[in-house]
């Protein structure tokens, strides 16, 4: 490769693994965060809906 | 003082819907939680793929990429701004939070305020800890170690501990009340530190490691768009985080009374109950 | 106490002043009577030496331990002096000390700041005991190049900032299951940069050398203004916390 050119770029490729990485996880991270907080939500949602099915049972 | 509970209004779970993923489908929230996702891709793929490399140290020669004429080194590892600072700033907008609500708890000691509070603080766990993660990131491959003691990352650490130690403290009271109000008094503290934190680390000379500093510089429209984008989009992001926690704590906090109410009722008719399972909508009785 | 409730009710100019002065001399007078806070902080100030004497065997005859004299110094009164704020309301809570001084009319901020006083009066004590011990167990070789007014100065400044925030913080953490332990998750994060500027002061006062009249102000600068932020704070808290 031209020696100018891979001067240039030398940096790039050795910092392209830690950069990735960084939005990978940050990715990883914030939608992961979102969909356990909507799970959750849902598992909430669900206990509700068993309650009421044993509240109108009684009634 | 007794603690106030929220008028029932807000707390009616809205069963009646179709859900996905406990949410109705057509809830606002997921209008937010696709735009923020669209609003951070959009910052994702424009740093990589707009925005231009920005130049580091002057190379021995010049050579043309793309008909511009090059003779600095490119530098990837500068990428990192477009997700590392909107997170960084995103996360102490939202302590910004914990600390009005901790206000608003202690002016009005209503319940509702400490919960609020209490969700910022994990939402600013969330985002201190992928601010410190992108950062070490970026300090690993800068500096060749995986951890500096350089005031960014210090500060973060500090923040990270601080929030970590406002639930530990939650955590050590059972009293309702108490935990709430001592919840509150350290979130304003640990807001006020966090600040200082910064500042006094930039001030402090260290002898292991020189202070760095990034000049601020005016930026590209190439590059400002892709980082607002990513700083609006992912404090949508947040604010979808916090309104579904919100709106699950508030739910869980009803499930409760009603299970406390069915237990009751093995011997006798609860009120709570009955007008659980047939709620009375304004208007309506 | 009873000296408090005397002095509630002569009302007029200067009360919150006597409510201050009795507070802080019921905790002076405690403490000359058992001697318990200065004798355990200080015992176990001692202790933190011996400690550092197994941390330091190894570091070999070139090592000069004044460069991180200011840090070791630091370091044992930062746990010596959550050890004493832990105890100084553990007795308060203990003796149902607190609950009657809440049922007095006195104001929050006076009680604020007589335990904060009275917390900082036994931290200087200690301080003061210390620093030449410490000098004497680890100073010994090479001579004196600092400037020695400095180093007062930043202790007493580096003091009041954990007399008062840790006053404010010990108040919370006795009223918790964990106490000591909670004490310390949040005090030496909330205390990080009040430390940080204090060793860099208190070094330029130990060290000398090139500069080190900047770093000391610089240092002190940082000192003054955490301790007015944070202090402002947390006595306009303290109310609250009280209450709860």
Same mark, same amino acid.
């Given at each position: 490769?031209?020696?100018?050119?891979?001067?240039?770029?030398?940096?790039?490729?050795?910092?392209?693994?830690?950069?990735?990485?960084?939005?990978?996880?940050?990715?990883?991270?914030?939608?992961?965060?979102?969909?356990?907080?909507?799970?959750?939500?849902?598992?909430?949602?669900?206990?509700?809906?068993?309650?009421?099915?044993?509240?109108?049972?009684?009634? | 003082?007794?603690?106030?509970?929220?008028?029932?209004?807000?707390?009616?779970?809205?069963?009646?819907?179709?859900?996905?993923?406990?949410?109705?489908?057509?809830?606002?929230?997921?209008?937010?939680?696709?735009?923020?996702?669209?609003?951070?891709?959009?910052?994702?793929?424009?740093?990589?793929?707009?925005?231009?490399?920005?130049?580091?140290?002057?190379?021995?020669?010049?050579?043309?990429?793309?008909?511009?004429?090059?003779?600095?080194?490119?530098?990837?590892?500068?990428?990192?701004?477009?997700?590392?600072?909107?997170?960084?700033?995103?996360?102490?907008?939202?302590?910004?939070?914990?600390?009005?609500?901790?206000?608003?708890?202690?002016?009005?000691?209503?319940?509702?305020?400490?919960?609020?509070?209490?969700?910022?603080?994990?939402?600013?766990?969330?985002?201190?800890?992928?601010?410190?993660?992108?950062?070490?990131?970026?300090?690993?491959?800068?500096?060749?170690?995986?951890?500096?003691?350089?005031?960014?990352?210090?500060?973060?650490?500090?923040?990270?501990?601080?929030?970590?130690?406002?639930?530990?403290?939650?955590?050590?009271?059972?009293?309702?009340?108490?935990?709430?109000?001592?919840?509150?008094?350290?979130?304003?503290?640990?807001?006020?530190?966090?600040?200082?934190?910064?500042?006094?680390?930039?001030?402090?000379?260290?002898?292991?490691?020189?202070?760095?500093?990034?000049?601020?510089?005016?930026?590209?429209?190439?590059?400002?768009?892709?980082?607002?984008?990513?700083?609006?989009?992912?404090?949508?992001?947040?604010?979808?985080?916090?309104?579904?926690?919100?709106?699950?704590?508030?739910?869980?906090?009803?499930?409760?009374?009603?299970?406390?109410?069915?237990?009751?009722?093995?011997?006798?008719?609860?009120?709570?109950?009955?007008?659980?399972?047939?709620?009375?909508?304004?208007?309506?009785? | /106490?009873?000296?408090?409730?005397?002095?509630?009710?002569?009302?007029?100019?200067?009360?919150?002043?006597?409510?201050?002065?009795?507070?802080?001399?019921?905790?002076?007078?405690?403490?000359?009577?058992?001697?318990?806070?200065?004798?355990?902080?200080?015992?176990?100030?001692?202790?933190?030496?011996?400690?550092?004497?197994?941390?330091?065997?190894?570091?070999?005859?070139?090592?000069?331990?004044?460069?991180?004299?200011?840090?070791?110094?630091?370091?044992?009164?930062?746990?010596?002096?959550?050890?004493?704020?832990?105890?100084?309301?553990?007795?308060?809570?203990?003796?149902?000390?607190?609950?009657?001084?809440?049922?007095?009319?006195?104001?929050?901020?006076?009680?604020?700041?007589?335990?904060?006083?009275?917390?900082?009066?036994?931290?200087?004590?200690?301080?003061?005991?210390?620093?030449?011990?410490?000098?004497?167990?680890?100073?010994?070789?090479?001579?004196?190049?600092?400037?020695?007014? /400095?180093?007062?100065?930043?202790?007493?400044?580096?003091?009041?900032?954990?007399?008062?925030?840790?006053?404010?913080?010990?108040?919370?953490?006795?009223?918790?299951?964990?106490?000591?332990?909670?004490?310390?998750?949040?005090?030496?994060?909330? /205390?990080?940069?009040?430390?940080?500027?204090?060793?860099?002061?208190?070094?330029?006062?130990?060290?000398?050398?090139?500069?080190?009249?900047?770093?000391?102000?610089?240092?002190?600068?940082?000192?003054?203004?955490?301790?007015?932020?944070?202090?402002?704070?947390?006595?306009?808290?303290?109310?609250?916390?009280?209450?709860?």
């Amino acid at each position: 490769m031209d020696p100018v050119l891979a001067e240039i770029y030398r940096t790039v490729f050795d910092a392209a693994p830690y950069v990735i990485a960084a939005y990978g996880l940050l990715w990883v991270g914030l939608g992961g965060y979102v969909f356990f907080v909507l799970h959750r939500l849902s598992g909430v949602e669900r206990e509700i809906a068993v309650l009421e099915e044993s509240v109108a049972r009684r009634s | 003082m007794g603690v106030k509970t929220d008028s029932p209004k807000e707390v009616r779970p809205e069963v009646a819907d179709k859900k996905v993923l406990g949410l109705s489908k057509d809830s606002w929230i997921y209008t937010f939680l696709g735009l923020g996702f669209v609003l951070t891709t959009l910052d994702f793929l424009m740093a990589f793929l707009v925005s231009p490399l920005v130049l580091g140290a002057k190379v021995s020669g010049v050579r043309v990429i793309g008909g511009a004429i090059v003779q600095n080194q490119l530098l990837f590892s500068q990428k990192i701004f477009y997700f590392h600072v909107p997170v960084a700033l995103g996360s102490f907008l939202v302590f910004f939070f914990t600390a009005f609500y901790g206000v608003r708890f202690l002016m009005t000691k209503d319940k509702i305020y400490d919960t609020k509070a209490k969700i910022a603080t994990e939402v600013t766990l969330l985002f201190v800890i992928l601010t410190l993660i992108t950062g070490d990131l970026w300090t690993r491959f800068e500096w060749g170690q995986w951890w500096v003691w350089e005031p960014r990352l210090t500060t973060y650490f500090i923040m990270t501990l601080l929030v970590i130690a406002y639930f530990v403290l939650r955590n050590s009271i059972e009293d309702e009340e108490r935990r709430a109000t001592y919840a509150a008094v350290f979130g304003i503290v640990a807001f006020l530190d966090a600040p200082i934190s910064f500042a006094i680390t930039r001030m402090i000379p260290s002898s292991v490691h020189p202070v760095v500093l990034r000049s601020g510089g005016g930026l590209l429209p190439t590059q400002l768009i892709p980082f607002l984008s990513g700083l609006f989009g992912m404090l949508m992001i947040a604010w979808v985080i916090y309104q579904v926690r919100l709106k699950e704590e508030v739910l869980r906090e009803r499930v409760e009374a009603v299970k406390a109410a069915l237990e009751d009722d093995l011997t006798a008719d609860a009120p709570t109950f009955t007008s659980f399972a047939k709620p009375e909508t304004p208007g309506q009785s | /106490m009873s000296a408090a409730a005397v002095q509630q009710r002569r009302a007029g100019r200067g009360l919150s002043w006597r409510q201050f002065k009795a507070i802080l001399r019921k905790d002076i007078v405690m403490e000359l009577r058992t001697k318990e806070m200065v004798t355990s902080m200080g015992i176990y100030a001692m202790l933190t030496l011996v400690i550092y004497q197994v941390a330091l065997s190894q570091s070999g005859a070139a090592f000069d331990p004044r460069r991180i004299a200011a840090g070791l110094l630091w370091l044992a009164f930062v746990f010596t002096s959550m050890l004493g704020l832990n105890r100084s309301f553990v007795h308060e809570k203990d003796q149902g000390c607190l609950e009657a001084l809440l049922l007095s009319p006195v104001d929050r901020p006076v009680i604020f700041l007589a335990k904060a006083i009275g917390n900082l009066l036994f931290l200087l004590i200690v301080e003061i005991i210390m620093i030449p011990f410490f000098s004497f167990l680890f100073l010994q070789q090479g001579s004196y190049q600092g400037e020695f007014w /400095m180093i007062p100065l930043s202790l007493l400044g580096g003091s009041i900032g954990i007399a008062g925030v840790g006053t404010m913080l010990a108040t919370m953490s006795v009223n918790t299951k964990g106490k000591d332990f909670v004490l310390a998750v949040l005090f030496i994060p909330l /205390m990080y940069p009040l430390l940080l500027a204090c060793v860099s002061a208190t070094t330029a006062g130990v060290l000398g050398g090139d500069g080190h009249i900047q770093q000391f102000w610089t240092g002190m600068a940082a000192i003054g203004a955490y301790d007015a932020i944070m202090i402002a704070a947390a006595w306009a808290l303290y109310e609250f916390i009280l209450g709860a």
